[in-house]
C-alpha cells in the first residue's frame, strides 16, 4: 500500500462498513484494516493488512478463525486472499466464526522475526486489529471472542507464541511445519514449563515427512522436540505426518477442518462472552507417537506421554486416513448451487457453498439436462486435490480468484432451453442439480 498520513486505517472490502460505536453490522461480508510499520519501541516493524470475513447473517460472532500464513514475500502476499477461502468459511460460517487472514507486508529481505514473534508487535497489532474490526462492523464481541489458530511455518512459530501467551482466549491451534520456541526450563536440566492453561488447549503439529531429511530437517527436529516436551506434561497434542509432502501444505485442510470442527464443537461456550469450555476428555482418541491405530483413551494400552492426541471417533478415523494416504475419503455428495440466475445477455450466475468434508472442486453446467461444460475446465491442483479456487503452496487461493458466472451458447434460432448447475466436491462426487432456469 501507498504510505499514508496517518498510522492506521480501516477500509471496507466490498462495501464501506459504517464507523462509530453503536453502528449495526454491516452489510459487508468482507472488511480490511491496514496498519503501516511503526519505529517506536516493541511496535511492529513491518505493515500489515487484515482481511475479515463474517457470514452473511450472522448476529452474534462466538469466535475468529485465523489463518495466519508463513515467511517470505510470497507466503505473506498468499495470505491475502486466506478470508476468501470457501473451505474454511464453511468451517467459520457452520460456528458463527469470523475468518481472519493476515497478510504482513514483508519483503525477501525484511526479518521474519519482526512479525511472527507476536512480542516485536504483531500480538499487540492483532489485539489492535480485532478492537477496530469490532466497532466499525457493528460486532463489539469480535474484540473478545476466542480464536482457532491455523498457523503454516514461521505462522505456525506465530501461533504457538500466542498459545503460550493468551491460553485462556484460543479454542485450538494447528501447527503446520513450526512450532513455538519453548520457554526456558526452570531448572538446568528439566524438561521445559508451560503455562498450566496451555496444557489444556488442543494442539495438532502437522508435519511433511519429507521435512525430515530435505533442508527443513532443523525444522522437524524442534517440532518433535516441542511436541514431546508438551506432551509430557499431559497437554493435549497431536501428531498427522504427511506422507506426501514437504514444507508445502498439501491436502491438510481435509483433516484440519474437521479437527478444528471437532475441537470448536467441546470448546466454545453457549453464552458468548463466557470462558471457554473445558474438555472432559471422556471421547478423546490415542494413538501410538510411533504409529498405529487410534484407539479410545480408556482403553489405550500405551504410554500416553507417548501418544497422539485426537479429540474424538471422527477425527481418529480421518487422522488414520490422512497419515496413510496424505488425504480424507468423503462419500458424501456436496451441497447443490442455488440462487441461479440467467440474465438477458446469456450470463448464468450462481452462489455456491464449500462442501465440508471435501470442498469445491467445481461445477458443471447443464442444458435441458445434458453436460455442456465445466469450471473450471482445466482443473489443476500442483500442490493437493484440485479445487475450484486453485490452491497455492500456502493453502490459500491463488488469485485472480475465479468468479462463478458462465456465459451460455447462443441458442439457435427458435430454440429454447433450460440450464441447471451442479457441484463437484474434491473427491468427484457431484451433488442434485439446481432447478432448471429457462433461457430469456
Given at each position: 500500500m501507498k504510505p499514508m498520513q496517518t498510522l492506521c486505517i480501516l477500509l471496507a472490502g466490498l462495501l464501506q462498513a459504517t464507523a462509530g460505536a453503536g453502528a449495526p453490522p454491516s452489510a459487508s461480508a468482507y472488511h480490511e484494516w491496514s496498519c503501516e510499520p511503526s519505529g517506536a519501541a516493541g511496535g511492529l516493524k513491518l505493515g500489515v493488512t487484515y482481511t475479515l470475513w463474517i457470514p452473511p447473517g450472522v448476529k452474534t460472532i462466538r469466535g475468529v478463525v485465523v489463518h495466519q500464513h508463513g515467511c517470505g514475500e510470497p507466503a505473506c502476499k498468499a495470505g491475502a486472499t486466506a478470508a476468501y477461502d470457501l473451505h474454511w468459511q464453511a468451517l467459520a460460517r457452520k460456528w458463527d466464526c469470523a475468518l481472519l487472514g493476515p497478510s504482513y507486508h514483508q519483503r525477501e529481505q525484511d526479518d521474519c522475526a519482526w512479525w511472527c514473534d507476536p512480542a516485536q508487535g504483531s500480538g499487540k497489532t492483532f489485539l489492535r486489529a480485532l478492537a477496530e474490526f469490532a466497532v466499525r462492523t457493528g460486532h463489539p464481541e469480535l474484540?473478545?471472542?476466542?480464536?482457532?489458530?491455523?498457523?503454516?511455518?514461521?505462522?505456525?512459530?506465530?501461533?504457538?507464541?500466542?498459545?503460550?501467551?493468551?491460553?485462556?482466549?484460543?479454542?485450538?491451534?494447528?501447527?503446520?511445519?513450526?512450532?513455538?520456541?519453548?520457554?526456558?526450563?526452570?531448572?538446568?536440566?528439566?524438561?521445559?514449563?508451560?503455562p498450566p492453561a496451555?496444557?489444556?488447549?488442543?494442539?495438532?503439529?502437522?508435519?511433511?515427512?519429507?521435512?525430515?531429511?530435505?533442508?527443513?530437517?532443523?525444522?522437524?527436529?524442534?517440532?518433535?522436540?516441542?511436541?514431546?516436551?508438551?506432551?509430557?506434561?499431559?497437554?493435549?497434542?497431536?501428531?498427522?505426518?504427511?506422507?506426501?509432502?514437504?514444507?508445502?501444505?498439501?491436502?491438510?485442510?481435509?483433516?484440519?477442518?474437521?479437527?478444528?470442527?471437532?475441537?470448536?464443537?467441546?470448546?466454545?461456550?453457549?453464552?458468548?462472552?463466557?470462558?471457554?469450555?473445558?474438555?472432559?476428555g471422556a471421547g478423546a482418541w490415542l494413538a501410538p507417537l510411533a504409529g498405529g491405530s487410534p484407539q479410545p483413551a480408556p482403553a489405550f494400552t500405551g504410554d500416553p506421554a507417548q501418544s497422539v492426541w485426537l479429540p474424538n471417533a471422527a477425527v481418529a478415523k480421518a487422522w488414520s486416513e490422512y497419515v496413510q494416504t496424505g488425504a480424507t475419503p468423503d462419500p458424501t455428495p456436496p451441497p447443490p448451487p442455488g440462487n441461479v440466475r440467467l440474465s438477458a445477455g446469456g450470463e448464468l450466475t450462481w452462489e455456491a457453498e464449500a462442501d465440508f468434508e471435501s470442498g469445491l472442486a467445481g461445477f458443471i453446467i447443464e442444458r435441458d439436462g445434458t453436460e455442456i461444460?465445466?469450471?473450471?475446465?482445466?482443473?489443476?491442483?500442483?500442490?493437493?486435490?484440485?479445487?475450484?479456487?486453485?490452491?497455492?503452496?500456502?493453502?490459500?487461493?491463488?488469485?485472480?480468484?475465479?468468479?462463478?458466472?458462465?456465459?451460455?451458447?447462443?441458442?439457435?434460432?427458435?430454440?429454447?432451453?433450460?440450464?441447471?448447475?451442479?457441484?463437484?466436491?474434491s473427491c468427484g462426487l457431484k451433488s442434485t442439480p439446481t432447478q432448471a432456469v429457462p433461457a430469456p
Open positions: 474484540e473478545q471472542a476466542p480464536w482457532a489458530l491455523w498457523g503454516h511455518s514461521g505462522g505456525a512459530n506465530w501461533a504457538g507464541h500466542m498459545l503460550l501467551t493468551h491460553p485462556q482466549r484460543i479454542v485450538a491451534v494447528w501447527l503446520r511445519s513450526g512450532s513455538p520456541r519453548l520457554i526456558p526450563a526452570p531448572a538446568q536440566g528439566a524438561a521445559p514449563g508451560f496451555a496444557l489444556a488447549v488442543p494442539v495438532m503439529c502437522n508435519l511433511g515427512i519429507k521435512e525430515k531429511t530435505d533442508r527443513f530437517a532443523s525444522l522437524w527436529a524442534s517440532t518433535f522436540a516441542f511436541l514431546q516436551d508438551f506432551r509430557a506434561q499431559g497437554a493435549l497434542v497431536g501428531l498427522a505426518l504427511d506422507p506426501r509432502t514437504s514444507h508445502e501444505c498439501g491436502d491438510s485442510r481435509y483433516l484440519a477442518i474437521p479437527w478444528f470442527d471437532a475441537c470448536l464443537a467441546q470448546r466454545l461456550p453457549g453464552q458468548p462472552g463466557a470462558p471457554l469450555r473445558s474438555l472432559s461444460a465445466r469450471l473450471p475446465e482445466h482443473p489443476a491442483g500442483p500442490f493437493g486435490r484440485p479445487l475450484f479456487q486453485k490452491m497455492s503452496y500456502h493453502d490459500t487461493p491463488e488469485k485472480p480468484l475465479p468468479a462463478m458466472r458462465f456465459k451460455v451458447p447462443a441458442a439457435a434460432p427458435g430454440a429454447t432451453h433450460q440450464y441447471a448447475l451442479r457441484a463437484v466436491n
